[in-house]
């Protein structure tokens, strides 16, 4: 039986807890109790036998019980886009893979604020990228192509074991995915004239192994955010098929999850190289695969005609990269330029956790750290 995060039951810290519930301080006192989401401090009040009704509803922050929740999305008032001063170079168009971001998993290297935090580091990342090549060409434009396996579920065939998860995957979702999601989103919508989201699901996201794959927390997060108020200029696209195929600079990319192949040997290349080769000649052909699901990077030609790119994921120390691919995870995702002409030009492997970096050797050949 996990331990509450609450002082002991009826010391004056917890007292103190209720006051400060009770004046409108849910949202300070969940994130220093360490709570994924003031829903779950509301349910660890209530088993301690405090009554949510004595709480006046603004200070609540959300529906009471009964009601169907209603989400609230403030969109800041976007300035017109104005394309800064950079080279004379023809245009790119920015992409950043995302995906494998389990959120609501807990290792002993990943949380719901790790989750946070290093999305937004991505963000940083990204931006830096984009002003160092502002200074060549243009980049007007971001694509941001998610794999799936945004949340990590609550089904133990899926890994999702009691100890292994913060919050069930309704709060993975409004409390967890959805709000950093859309902060990203508006975000760099301040720093391009459009962006451009295309999603598809994942495995962890099913629901179960006998309900249709299209009941999947990947499809409820999409749904949620095609549906929530955005300013212009962001778009939000998504597949209730295994795959979604955007046209960025006039090139397709085949865009998929990556659970297609088993990985029970760890990434099955040829299995990959030889789906990936079937669905060119199925689907109409293509210059460009993305796909995730295997827990690490990897950057590889699938045939003259195709190239293939494999995302890292966001999670670390996750039982299924350890168990079954043999590495433990690095948090990394990609980001690249497409030109008009030329397709995919530069490539860079964005290290979103600064503990992940390599370290150096010393002379005698010890870690330096």
Not at 49 to 56: A, T
Not at 152 to 176: K, R
Request: hydrophobic share 35%; with cysteine; proline share 7%.
């Amino acid at each position: 039986m996990p331990q509450s995060k609450l002082p002991p039951r009826g010391s004056p810290e917890e007292a103190q807890i209720w006051e400060r519930v009770k004046k409108g301080e849910a949202d300070a006192v969940y994130q220093e109790l360490s709570y994924c989401a003031r829903d779950a401090l509301f349910k660890a009040l209530r088993k301690r036998g405090y009554k949510l009704e004595d709480i006046p509803f603004k200070a609540q922050g959300q529906p009471s019980e009964g009601k169907e929740p209603e989400l609230k999305i403030i969109t800041p008032q976007i300035i017109k886009y104005n394309p800064p001063k950079s080279g004379k170079g023809d245009p790119e168009t920015q992409v950043i893979v995302i995906g494998d971001d389990h959120a609501g998993e807990v290792t002993p290297t990943f949380n719901a604020e790790v989750y946070k935090q290093r999305l937004r580091k991505l963000f940083e990342s990204v931006l830096t990228i984009t002003q160092l090549h502002r200074h060549m060409y243009p980049l007007n434009d971001l694509v941001i192509l998610d794999v799936g396996d945004n949340v990590h579920g609550e089904n133990p065939f899926q890994g999702a074991t009691v100890e292994g998860i913060c919050c069930g995957a309704v709060s993975q979702i409004y409390d967890l995915a959805l709000p950093t999601i859309l902060e990203l989103l508006i975000s760099f919508r301040q720093e391009f004239r459009t962006v451009k989201f295309y999603g598809v699901r994942g495995n962890h996201g099913r629901y179960s192994l006998t309900a249709p794959r299209t009941s999947n927390w990947d499809m409820a997060l999409y749904k949620a955010l095609s549906g929530a108020k955005l300013p212009s200029g962001v778009e939000v696209n998504y597949s209730e098929d295994f795959k979604i195929i955007p046209t960025i600079e006039g090139f397709k990319f085949f865009v998929f999850h990556g659970d297609q192949c088993s990985a029970r040997m760890g990434i099955p290349y040829f299995a990959l190289t030889r789906k990936v080769k079937d669905w060119y000649s199925t689907f109409g052909g293509f210059p460009y695969a993305v796909c995730g699901h295997f827990h690490k990077e990897d950057f590889l030609r699938v045939w003259s005609e195709t190239k293939l790119l494999i995302n890292g994921p966001l999670v670390t120390d996750d039982p299924y990269a350890l168990e079954i691919i043999g590495a433990s995870s690095i948090p990394t995702h990609w980001t690249f330029g497409v030109h008009k002409k030329q397709g995919l030009t530069w490539l860079y492997s964005l290290m979103l956790d600064d503990a992940f970096l390599p370290h150096k050797h010393g002379a005698g050949g010890e870690w330096l750290l």
